[in-house]
């Protein structure tokens, strides 16, 4: 994220503001340029890096989250020495206005509502503070838990040091250096989950960071290895010399009156949501191969004169992948022979997945960069104005970009989940899905297998509370802290709410890319089972149709192009687990074939040797003898990954996600044959996400897209 620039009176620069764009609209314009994607990879770039230096300007979301997420020999964090005079000016500043008997909010007076309260002793005042403000729950000892993760907890000690950082908060450097030593040795303060309204920041939570600083007897911290610490334990662990702190006047409130956590918290929900985000185009592209969908739903000038930047990037991403795909060029075959095998227009959820994504991504992206400039920001209350040596009373503390932002970003998140869902139930439903089997069910038997039959009601399951999830939790605000909080922000519960919702959303994507494996698989089997049929028909026709029975060329050998035709529109699944049977289609339509060559065979029908419809019997016997043995043994080569032809999928751009499912998790075809359920690949799938080992083959299927659309031809 670039520094702001601030253009002071006499000319000079420092951060912050610019007189050429005073009300930033201009930087937050200049901050969405680029594409989406750009913007993904700039974000795992950032997390993947060794240090964050913090200066309290320019964290991004990667950096907050690379911290949350680092482990014992992870991300250390690093703090500006540029920092250092800022803080200090704004701390003695404190100091002397209490010596001066300068009145100031939370420094001489009482807290919220009871402000009028004044005090000489602002030491004692921060210490009541932390201590009325120590009001969480945290459950220990009970099957419920109500501690916040240590990856938020991590996250909201690094955004609040950035913020403490900029000099505008009454707070010695020592105790930011502090809370970085807890941060590089891995000992983090215990949270309540519960119990803050992010309105006057989120006062609850971030009172135990300053428990622990100060070693109140009631606070607790986890060490690297996830064991229970004392104050006096953790300072000793982190190194932190010179005992607990006595808190000056005002540094309590700078501890505390601050948006950190439920920013700290956005910023985790918002690495994840742009990637899956990108990897919901990726999957609707996949979606669209195997469904052996029109590719022109992707073409450019449709996006392109709908204007929407969010759309426009959503379809180029599919245009590019099924690009050059070998399941778009089989497909395309396909509708070529038999243009009304299936319908003119895929139906929306695949037609319209670019028009459905891309307001999903221009919402997120806007989430994202309000949840940067947040956590850049100076959050607290008063701020101390050095320069013209004043506290100001304002109310930067009001979490309303965090609440905003993530109720949006929830509700963008249910509905890339509805789109996978309709996107699931047309995959797996036998009557959409182009010929793949009901469920899709691989078994020789299919009275046996049932496939993702339990994958789908679970996908109603998640689907559905996804959708409960996407109401807002802004509306549901209560006037608080007698009636001075009367509006708030709930930043840190919409946050907490939208984590849920990427946490379900990654169930879905792991179960649908599980099933879109499967369906490459089946397509992969569907070829060449296909292919031996075709083999199979065309060596009994020429065994039995060449010849007549005293070796002269007999009339049933026209039959054999208009079997074979037969074959090629024939879905393969529709009749393989038992190919010969006469309520099957397959056999149905080649005896109808003969049917239709003897009705113009005229006269010759009448004799025996140059009769048509008398070749039925023996080609259908001779079909019997051959085709279930070749159909079986070619599933078997097929199980022994011995295929005679290759999988379509190694010359796809999608080829990636599949390669890392099936070589690097060690999933496989699904059958109602093996032991191995849809739950335990969909466990792995899910492991490995939140692991963060999905992202390089995400963005390896997009690693040739050059960030435009295909030129119009």
């Not at 913007?39 to 979301?61: A, C, H, N, P, Q």
């Not at 540094?251 to 742009?274: I, K, P």
């Not at 698989?521 to 005293?550: I, P, Q, Y």
Request: aromatic share 6%; charged share 20%; hydrophobic share 40%.
């Amino acid at each position: 994220m670039e520094p702001m620039q601030i253009c002071n009176k006499n000319g000079t620069k420092s951060p912050g503001f610019c007189t050429g764009d005073p009300l930033n609209w201009g930087m937050m314009a200049e901050s969405l340029k680029g594409s989406h994607l750009d913007g993904v990879k700039r974000m795992v770039d950032e997390y993947r890096k060794s240090e964050v230096f913090l200066g309290g300007e320019t964290l991004t979301i990667a950096q907050v989250t690379a911290i949350a997420n680092s482990g014992t020999n992870g991300v250390r964090v690093e703090l500006s020495e540029r920092a250092l005079p800022a803080v200090k000016a704004s701390s003695d500043w404190v100091m002397e206005s209490m010596k001066n008997g300068t009145d100031s909010y939370g420094i001489t007076t009482g807290f919220g509502a009871t402000s009028h309260r004044r005090t000489k002793d602002g030491g004692a005042l921060q210490k009541e503070l932390i201590r009325f403000l120590n009001a969480g729950i945290f459950g220990h000892g009970t099957e419920s838990c109500h501690t916040l993760s240590n990856s938020a907890a991590r996250a909201a000690m690094l955004v609040r040091v950035n913020t403490l950082l900029q000099g505008y908060s009454g707070i010695r450097f020592e105790i930011l250096e502090a809370i970085t030593k807890l941060l590089n040795h891995h000992v983090t303060p215990c949270l309540p989950l519960r119990g803050t309204i992010t309105s006057s920041g989120d006062l609850v939570p971030l009172s135990y960071i300053a428990g622990l600083l100060t070693g109140r007897p009631n606070s607790k911290a986890v060490g690297p290895n996830g064991e229970a610490l004392d104050p006096t334990q953790a300072f000793s662990l982190a190194g932190i010399d010179g005992g607990f702190f006595e808190l000056q006047p005002k540094e309590g409130l700078a501890l505390v009156n601050g948006t950190a956590v439920g920013s700290a918290m956005a910023s985790l929900v918002l690495f994840e949501t742009n990637i899956l985000t990108v990897l919901s185009e990726i999957l609707s592209a996949i979606f669209a191969e195997v469904m052996q969908g029109k590719p022109e739903f992707t073409d450019h000038l449709t996006h392109k004169l709908k204007h929407h930047p969010g759309q426009i990037e959503a379809a180029a991403i599919m245009e590019h992948i099924l690009d050059g795909s070998s399941y778009v060029k089989a497909a395309q075959k396909l509708h070529e022979i038999d243009p009304l095998q299936k319908p003119k227009q895929d139906r929306y959820a695949l037609r319209t997945s670019p028009q459905w994504l891309g307001p999903q991504i221009e919402v997120i992206r806007a989430a994202t960069k309000m949840i940067e400039r947040e956590i850049n920001s100076v959050n607290d209350n008063p701020l101390i104005d050095v320069s013209r040596s004043k506290a100001l009373h304002g109310g930067n503390f009001q979490g309303t970009p965090i609440g905003v932002s993530m109720d949006n970003t929830r509700l963008a998140i249910a509905s890339i989940g509805k789109l996978m869902f309709a996107q699931f139930s047309e995959l797996v439903n036998d009557y959409y899905n182009n010929g793949l089997p009901s469920n899709l069910s691989a078994s020789r038997d299919p009275s046996l297998d049932y496939g993702f039959k339990g994958a789908e009601i679970a996908m109603a399951s998640y689907c559905s509370e996804l959708q409960f999830l996407a109401n807002p939790v802004t509306n549901h605000v209560q006037s608080a802290e007698q009636h001075n909080q009367d509006v708030n922000s709930l930043g840190l519960i919409s946050a907490r709410k939208t984590a849920e919702a990427v946490d379900i959303l990654k169930l879905m994507s792991s179960t649908f890319i599980i099933a879109l494996c499967q369906a490459i698989d089946l397509r992969h089997l569907e070829e060449n089972l296909k292919n031996v049929v075709k083999n199979t028909v065309c060596l009994a026709a020429k065994r039995v149709l060449m010849v007549g029975s005293n070796g002269e060329l007999h009339p049933s050998r026209f039959c054999e192009r208009d079997l074979l035709k037969i074959v090629d529109r024939e879905h393969v699944f529709a009749y393989i687990d038992d190919p010969c049977s006469a309520t099957y289609p397959l056999m149905q339509k080649l005896r109808q074939v003969f049917v239709d060559h003897a009705l113009l065979n005229g006269e010759r029908e009448k004799n025996s040797s140059t009769s048509i419809f008398q070749k039925i019997g023996a080609f259908e016997e001779e079909l019997k003898t051959l085709l279930p043995k070749d159909v079986e043994n070619a599933r078997i080569e097929f199980e022994n990954g011995n295929p005679a032809i290759p999988n379509q999928i190694k010359e796809c751009r999608s080829y990636p996600i599949y390669k890392f499912v099936r070589e690097e998790l060690g999933t496989g075809l699904l059958t109602g044959e093996k032991v191995r359920s849809s739950g335990e690949d969909c466990d792995k799938v899910f492991s490995a996400m939140c692991e963060g080992k999905l992202i390089d083959p995400i963005l390896d299927c997009l690693k040739e897209w050059n960030g435009a659309p295909l030129p119009l031809h």
